[in-house]
């Protein structure tokens, strides 16, 4: 697993990173069945127990996302995207040659593009994907993903 390194004011320590996916980001901000878990794994980073990193192509899902499930709702999507991005969320580019390596992994597994980033992603860093994304879980096989149930909070 992916480690950071914090300085506290108890010194140097490190802390275990993940790759959260829009599923998970999405039910901190919405109504979803995980959402007191997402907000509980949301509040884990602020308190820089865990490290939270996205792909920089999240925040276009995530804002297409809002788009459509709050149609017509200007005000709530933009307050939306605010919390996010005002949420403990570190964005890592993807360059040309990882979207090579996300192409063949979204054709061979079957996934969205989308999809397929967070998980070349978690791979690249040796950590995991926590998604509530059933068919993302599948394609990852349980080495580079986690469902929020399945890390315990």
């Given at each position: 697993m992916s480690?950071?390194?914090?300085?506290?004011?108890?010194?140097?320590?490190?802390?275990?990173?993940?790759?959260?996916?829009?599923?998970?980001?999405?039910?901190?901000v919405l109504?979803?069945?995980?959402?007191?878990?997402?907000?509980?794994?949301?509040?884990?980073?602020?308190?820089?127990?865990?490290?939270?990193?996205?792909?920089?192509?999240?925040?276009?899902?995530?804002?297409?996302?809002?788009?459509?499930?709050?149609?017509?709702?200007?005000?709530?999507?933009?307050?939306?995207?605010?919390?996010?991005?005002?949420?403990?969320?570190?964005?890592?580019?993807?360059?040309?040659?990882?979207?090579?390596?996300?192409?063949?992994?979204?054709?061979?597994?079957?996934?969205?593009?989308?999809?397929?980033?967070?998980?070349?992603?978690?791979?690249?860093?040796?950590?995991?994907?926590?998604?509530?994304?059933?068919?993302?879980?599948?394609?990852?096989?349980?080495?580079?993903?986690?469902?929020?149930?399945?890390?315990?909070?």
């Amino acid at each position: 697993m992916s480690k950071i390194w914090r300085i506290r004011e108890s010194g140097l320590r490190y802390a275990p990173v993940f790759v959260v996916d829009s599923s998970v980001a999405l039910a901190t901000v919405l109504p979803e069945s995980r959402s007191v878990e997402a907000r509980q794994l949301f509040r884990r980073a602020e308190k820089e127990e865990i490290g939270l990193v996205v792909p920089d192509l999240f925040w276009y899902e995530v804002a297409n996302a809002l788009r459509y499930r709050l149609a017509g709702q200007r005000e709530e999507v933009a307050v939306d995207l605010r919390l996010l991005a005002e949420a403990p969320l570190a964005t890592f580019p993807l360059d040309p040659v990882d979207m090579a390596s996300v192409a063949d992994t979204a054709l061979a597994e079957d996934l969205t593009v989308y999809d397929a980033a967070y998980l070349v992603m978690a791979q690249q860093m040796g950590s995991s994907v926590i998604t509530e994304d059933q068919k993302l879980l599948t394609a990852a096989g349980g080495r580079f993903s986690r469902s929020l149930r399945e890390i315990g909070l």
